[in-house]
């Protein structure tokens, strides 16, 4: 599926472009954020070839993994990055990786991004989804308001 777009009022979850380099800097540069990710802060060098990784993983067929970009639906700037991944390494399992990293400054506000799917091609945004509590960007049985 090619391209995602999925928009409600306050989020959008898109394909991620090269002009979104330096609003992901935003996300992936920073401490805080990378304090709660598996890897430490990337430069924007690091940032910029992991995007052209995932735009052109998002032009392969079958497509296995969806990295999109999660924006602010009034004004389309990347806040987050939502990923979600068919495990390929393990066939006939059904399984897969969903994960997703916001700017700290959108922390508090209602905007998990839950793509889910992973035995399916299409993406389903969940809109009445709640959050785990240990996530910083919402509290368990905080209501999302897309």
């Not at 067929?61 to 806040?79: C, F, K």
Request: proline share 8%.
């Amino acid at each position: 599926m090619y391209p995602v777009s999925i928009t409600g009022d306050r989020l959008a979850l898109r394909e991620f472009t090269h002009d979104d380099v330096d609003a992901i800097l935003k996300v992936y540069g920073d401490p805080v954020v990378t304090g709660h990710l598996s890897f430490e802060p990337r430069n924007r060098d690091q940032v910029a070839a992991m995007l052209n990784t995932v735009i052109e993983a998002a032009q392969k067929d079958p497509r296995t993994e969806y990295s999109l970009a999660a924006a602010s639906a009034a004004t389309g700037e990347a806040i987050g990055f939502a990923r979600l991944a068919i495990d390929a390494q393990h066939p006939g399992q059904s399984s897969g990786q969903i994960g997703f990293a916001l700017r700290a400054d959108q922390w508090g506000q209602g905007l998990p991004i839950h793509p889910t799917s992973p035995s399916s091609p299409q993406l389903v945004a969940e809109v009445n989804a709640t959050h785990h509590l240990r996530c910083p960007s919402g509290k368990e049985g905080t209501p999302i308001r897309w």
